[in-house]
């Protein structure tokens, strides 16, 4: 039997983020896709992710969100793996700062 999977949408999972936590977006592609369409495959993830961010800034007064991005290789060179961060933080704050665990 499958196990169940609890889905939550992206802007929800922004919303329910704490102060200096993070979320990402990850869409693996086989090491063969060629440059531009990795670049064209990330655009479309940083416009769903831009869109997300949007709303949980409107719904949340007084927080912000860092976006960032990035096309990375896996250890074992069979893929590539396009990535969006999302990270909340207090619209005074320094999302640079270091960050209590």
Known sequence: MAKSRIQT??????????EGE??????????????????????KLRNQVNNAVSKARREIPGSNFRVESGITLTDDNTAHLCVISVTRFDA??????????
């Open 92 to 101: 005074n704050g320094d999302p640079d700062e270091e960050v209590e665990i």
């Open 9 to 18: 949408s992206f802007p929800a999972l922004l919303k329910g983020l704490e």
């Open 22 to 43: 993070s979320a990402g977006r990850i869409i693996r592609q086989p090491i063969e896709i060629g440059a531009s369409d990795l670049n064209a495959t990330l655009a």
